[in-house]
């Protein structure tokens, strides 16, 4: 199955890392549908989802604008972030999301609504319908609070509060759709597995038949995954439940380790800059799909 010009892409994780895979599948892929970590607890988003009970936008925000038109002086204003007064901190795309959402009373229609106004080029969507909690085990103590989970040093599980927390069924249904699942780059605890360990949505990976593809970060994250090498990386997906066919990883930055899944491994990183280049990128997740 593929979408009207291309295979049908379903992109997992959040924050920045998940913006650039998009931005790599926007490059090759017919159809597009963004599951995001709505973990996030600090910063704007953090205000926002307490003020306000709704899932944090900032992941979500970022992912419309990695899908949307580079021209647009919406994707601009959505990243703008105020830098004093009561809205210090804030992003507006941020606001407007909440406004949007306040107003139709629809999370899932603002998102649309926001994804219209940035020009999007597909669909993004939470991977809980409401707020969820992150919760690690880290160092023999539990740790609350994605801000929290990040700092905690070597984690060995993470889980969410409350642990039933619901996909909206737009999402599952991308997933038995998909022709390539993607999961990360990004924060292998707090943002891939972050959206990836909702019951729901893990199950719907396990039950596709579409080969699921992990991005590895270019290099360790400290102190989240200092000294991981690939094989750590899906060691530890494999020991929440999610089993990738194959992972992509850049020989640059991080040693292979022990790896049993099958293996890609390309010069991903930009020229000159932190983050993977999308035009590298999609060229080698389309050929995997060949």
């Keep these: 199955m593929t979408g009207p010009t291309g295979p049908r892409v379903v992109a997992i994780g959040g924050g920045h890392?998940?913006?650039?895979?998009?931005?790599?599948?926007?490059?090759?892929?017919?159809a597009i549908t963004a599951i995001v970590s709505v973990a996030d607890d600090g910063g704007s988003s953090g205000r926002l989802r307490d003020a306000f009970a709704i899932p944090a936008p900032g992941d979500l925000r970022r992912?419309?604008?990695?899908?949307?038109?580079?021209?647009?002086?919406w994707g601009r204003a959505f990243e703008h972030r105020f830098d004093a007064g009561e809205l210090e901190g804030h992003a507006l795309g941020n606001l407007l999301i909440v406004g949007l959402a306040a107003t139709s009373g629809d999370f899932l229609g603002a998102l649309d609504e926001a994804g219209r106004l940035v020009g999007a080029t597909g669909h993004v969507l939470p991977a809980s319908g409401t707020p969820v909690v992150l919760k690690a085990e880290a160092g023999g103590a539990e740790v609350q609070g994605q801000v929290a989970v990040a700092t905690a040093g070597r984690i060995s599980r993470v889980s969410l509060v409350p642990p039933d927390a619901e996909p909206p069924p737009e999402a599952l249904a991308a997933l038995a759709a998909a022709d390539q699942i993607l999961l990360g780059p990004g924060s292998l605890f707090t943002s891939v597995l972050a959206a990836a360990i909702v019951p729901a949505v893990r199950d719907a990976i396990a039950a596709s038949p579409a080969p699921i593809v992990y991005v590895c970060n270019l290099r360790?994250?400290?102190?989240?995954?200092?000294?991981?090498?690939?094989?750590?990386?899906?060691?530890?997906?494999?020991?929440?439940?999610?089993?990738?066919?194959?992972?992509v990883w850049d020989p640059a930055g991080m040693a292979p380790g022990a790896i049993a899944t099958p293996s890609r491994a390309a010069a991903l990183c930009?020229?000159?800059?932190?983050?993977?280049?999308?035009?590298k990128l999609a060229a080698l997740l389309a050929d995997l799909l060949v």
């Design 17 to 30: 890392g998940l913006a650039a895979t998009l931005q790599a599948t926007r490059l090759y892929a017919g």
């Design 63 to 73: 992912c419309l604008v990695a899908l949307g038109d580079a021209t647009s002086v």
């Design 220 to 247: 360790p994250q400290v102190p989240e995954t200092a000294g991981y090498e690939v094989a750590d990386h899906v060691g530890a997906l494999q020991a929440h439940g999610v089993d990738p066919d194959v992972v």
């Design 270 to 279: 930009r020229p000159g800059a932190d983050g993977h280049d999308p035009a």
